[in-house]
């Protein structure tokens, strides 16, 4: 390893662990040593928090810039990126703030982060050409029992107990009105029934929507690799005699959303 790469190696480490400043480091820059490399590393914090800006915008809003200065350095301090594009970093904030709820807002604030991370995901998803039904109306009645699927790219799946996503309508109001808006004045924070959302982005707009119990559980088989057949067996319960109907129902819609892929 040549001497620059050692250097850049101990500078990277300093970057994302912090502490007393190396000798290597002391020696390579110039005075003011201290101030120099401290502006750089803060530079480097700055534009994690713009970017986490950017994806949950929602929740910045909500929040307010400065808390959200605040919440974001936090975060940061925990989870240093280990990402080359900043697109990629920010995945664990939910549980980062799930981990520290201990009431109604912060858990809104936790659904908030896991919402909005499944939209900026399904917006960057790569273009794929979704199963339709005119592929599956071509095969013969004995292929559909063994018929797999997987999911799209990007398509999103989470379960909210708060009325975090009037939150964000409520912030992408005022995003829209005033780019520069918050703290956002919207819904306060409540504990709901736990609510399924499925989130997709079939051509150029992400759209989300709820689903049903039932019809969740389903969409989850079938994307953890249950066969049709497997499908219909275990609605059996719920649904008796009308079991492969509503599997059929259910799997027709999925195709119309362009929301699988067939294996």
């Not at 390579?28 to 950017?54: D, H, Q």
């Not at 280990?82 to 995945?91: E, K, N, P, T």
């Not at 409540?190 to 399924?196: H, Q, S």
């Not at 057949?229 to 259910?250: C, I, K, P, S």
Request: aromatic content about 8%.
């Amino acid at each position: 390893m040549s001497d620059l790469e050692d250097l850049q190696r101990i500078a990277q480490r300093h970057l994302l662990e912090g502490g007393p400043l190396p000798g290597a480091l002391g020696t390579a820059l110039s005075p003011p040593v201290e101030e120099r490399w401290g502006i750089y590393c803060e530079g480097y914090v700055l534009r994690l928090v713009a970017s986490l800006a950017t994806t949950y915008d929602g929740l910045a809003a909500r929040l307010g810039r400065e808390d959200f200065d605040r919440l974001a350095r936090a975060f940061i301090a925990g989870h240093p990126s280990r990402f080359r594009s900043l697109r990629d970093y920010g995945a664990e904030l939910a549980a980062f703030l799930r981990a520290r709820a201990n009431d109604a807002e912060t858990r809104l604030q936790a659904d908030l982060a896991a919402f909005e991370w499944h939209l900026a995901s399904a917006f960057d998803a790569a273009d794929v050409t979704a199963a339709g039904i005119g592929e599956l109306a071509a095969l013969a009645p004995e292929a559909w029992p063994s018929l797999r699927f997987r999911a799209v790219p990007g398509l999103g799946r989470l379960c909210t107990t708060t009325n975090a996503v009037a939150a964000w309508r409520a912030a992408r109001a005022a995003l829209e009105a005033d780019p520069a808006a918050g703290p956002v004045p919207g819904p306060p924070a409540t504990d709901t029934d736990p609510v399924e959302w499925l989130i997709i982005r079939p051509a150029l707009e992400t759209r989300f929507r709820s689903l049903p119990d039932d019809e969740a559980e389903a969409l989850d088989r079938v994307l953890s690799g249950a066969t049709f057949a497997e499908l219909g067996e275990a609605l059996a319960a719920r649904h008796g005699e009308n079991a492969a109907l509503a599997a059929a129902t259910w799997l027709k819609g999925w195709l119309t959303e362009g929301v699988l892929l067939r294996v």
